[in-house]
């Protein structure tokens, strides 16, 4: 691919402002385009697609996926055994312990960045941060990258859901993340009103055209064209029958029993929905992980049992679509937690040695790649970093990662931060 200059100066607030504004003059429709239908076998097979479910906080993956019984970090709750002979994992993950064949668990992550801020933005992009440049988050490579593959999409090609995860840096607000509430809504996006509402709406948005061009026109920089596209996009947007892929509420009743009634649970519901539309990256955020006290109450009682029933429904329900083959999962976290428990029975940050998991698309199935010693606190097999994970997830989507971008200052930047493959990941 040849390199991009991709610049932006307009912040994610104003671009966010300008999407709901404008929104707030339309209402969506409420079924798939006849097209999108009939191609949907073509989609399964040939779409490739990303699902980052991002747990915000940091989870104690030290009780999750790489566990140490009989050790003095141990903690309270036992192993179970999984699908994979000689694979354990949490008790309190029985579901997901019957798809270990189907994911990859990282045991040997690790990094620097112990901070939410930093190790959020490090996570998300594959550097840390710089005052001088704001990189591209996993949403905004992918999307820029595979969005190509789905030329009849109209919705956004990088949706959030739960959270505002992190921007699209100097690729520019094409690029940025469409944010939307586990139920679907975005603020603003019906106006009421009737047909004359609608009238204004065409007002309205035929004189900021005319408002766009002529600003074009007088050659101010790659950001009036950025901005006259964001506002394309959110014409086509409010009036696109794609919308109904937000609507979780029209699923059947024992699905969304199914994945959970929760904020997560639909969330991922949705994101299965967004996928076989033909959205290339969708990210799912759970928070709640930043277990300083109480970490086992919180895990067994709360969080765990709700990622379960969720996760496990969501890489159920795409293998049964055929969608599992074509879409990466990736399971994270800006950190893990320490072994030692604290004071207060809970853990704290802790980013030396912690785990993710991976699925689908072209990731091994029933793999362990690498190992921490017996007490957790270090990794005694070759580390794996943010941008190694990176690079993996991109070459399972069949990303090239000899791209190369070029930053808004006019530095060219490999795509993941020249990390490596995880070679363990793949067959």
Not at 20 to 42: E, K
Not at 208 to 221: A, C, K, P, Q, T
Not at 345 to 350: K, P, S, V
């Amino acid at each position: 691919m040849n390199p991009c200059n991709c610049s932006s100066s307009m912040s994610r607030r104003h671009f966010m402002a300008h999407l709901a504004g404008a929104a707030a003059m339309a209402t969506p429709a409420i079924a798939f385009t006849n097209s999108l239908l009939a191609s949907a076998a073509d989609l399964k097979k040939k779409n490739k697609a990303c699902i980052m479910l991002w747990m915000d906080g940091g989870p104690a993956t030290i009780d999750m996926f790489d566990m140490k019984p009989g050790s003095a970090t141990a903690g309270q709750f036992k192993p179970i055994s999984t699908k994979v002979d000689g694979l354990q994992i949490c008790e309190h993950l029985p579901q997901l312990a019957g798809q270990m064949d189907q994911l990859a668990i990282v045991r040997s992550m690790s990094t620097r960045e112990a901070d939410h801020g930093r190790g959020r933005y490090y996570m998300h992009t594959g550097y840390v941060p710089n005052p001088t440049i704001e990189h591209p988050s996993y949403g905004a490579v992918v999307a820029h990258e595979l969005v190509s593959q789905m030329p009849q999409l109209e919705i956004p090609p990088f949706v959030s859901i739960g959270g505002s995860s992190i921007g699209p840096g100097f690729l520019g607000m094409t690029w940025a993340p469409f944010v939307v509430d586990s139920n679907g809504d975005v603020k603003n996006l019906n106006p009421g009103g009737g047909k004359d509402a609608m009238e204004r709406m065409h007002q309205r948005l035929t004189v900021l055209g005319s408002m766009e061009e002529d600003f074009i026109n007088e050659h101010r920089g790659e950001a009036a064209d950025d901005h006259f596209r964001v506002l394309k996009k959110t014409v086509n947007l409010m009036t696109s029958k794609q919308m109904a892929a937000f609507k979780v509420n029209t699923e059947p009743a024992a699905m969304q029993e199914k994945y959970g009634k929760t904020a997560f649970g639909r969330g991922c519901l949705m994101a299965r929905r967004l996928v076989e539309a033909g959205v290339p990256f969708v990210e799912v955020d759970m928070g709640g992980w930043d277990t300083h006290q109480n970490n086992f109450t919180t895990l067994e009682k709360q969080k765990l049992p709700e990622l379960d029933k969720a996760m496990s429904a969501l890489i159920g329900d795409l293998k049964d679509r055929g969608l599992y083959d074509s879409t990466a999962i990736v399971w994270l976290g800006e950190f893990g937690r320490t072994p030692r428990i604290n004071g207060n029975a809970g853990r704290d940050h802790y980013a030396r040695a912690w785990s993710v998991v991976v699925g689908g698309a072209g990731f091994k199935r029933g793999a362990v790649v690498g190992a921490t010693n017996e007490d957790g606190t270090q990794v005694t097999t070759d580390p794996y970093t943010s941008q190694d994970l990176m690079a993996s997830v991109l070459k399972s989507l069949g990303v090239s990662l000899n791209t190369t971008f070029t930053s808004n200052n006019g530095r060219p930047l490999k795509i993941a931060n020249s990390g490596k493959v995880i070679k363990e990941l793949f067959v």
